[in-house]
């Protein structure tokens, strides 16, 4: 079950990275909204991935079910860190259009 909750995750994080793409290239939101709005959906995703890990860990293992914490956490994280990714991305573009502007 933990495979079908990270292919759900990766199924997320690669349509919320082409949506912010998608709607950047039709001028609707900025990527660096984009980035921010991904930023604030990582502890959701965590939290959410980390209680969906727990509720089916294996408890006749004998095991606390620390992994599954530790799991939703580095999902949490990599979520964040592409929000960051994105941000940035808009920034850099951002930053190119201005120069570009102030040059002519």
């Known amino acids: 079950?933990?495979?079908?909750i990270l292919a759900l995750f990766i199924l997320i994080l690669v349509s919320l990275t082409?949506?912010?793409f998608v709607l950047f290239?039709?001028?609707?939101v900025n990527l660096m909204v984009s980035g921010i709005m991904i930023m604030?959906?990582?502890p959701v995703i965590g939290f959410s991935s980390g209680a969906l890990f727990l509720?089916?860990?294996d408890w006749s293992s004998g095991g606390t079910g620390e992994g599954a914490g530790f799991g939703g956490a580095i999902?949490?994280?990599v979520t964040i860190a592409n929000g960051i990714l994105i941000f940035l991305i808009g920034?850099?573009?951002?930053?190119i259009t201005l120069f570009r502007k102030i040059t002519n």
Request: glycine share 12%; charged share 20%.
């Open 91 to 95: 920034m850099i573009g951002w930053m």
């Open 40 to 42: 604030l959906l990582g």
């Open 18 to 20: 082409i949506i912010s």
């Open 1 to 4: 079950m933990d495979y079908l």
């Open 25 to 28: 290239k039709k001028k609707k």
């Open 75 to 77: 999902l949490g994280l």
């Open 55 to 57: 509720h089916f860990y």
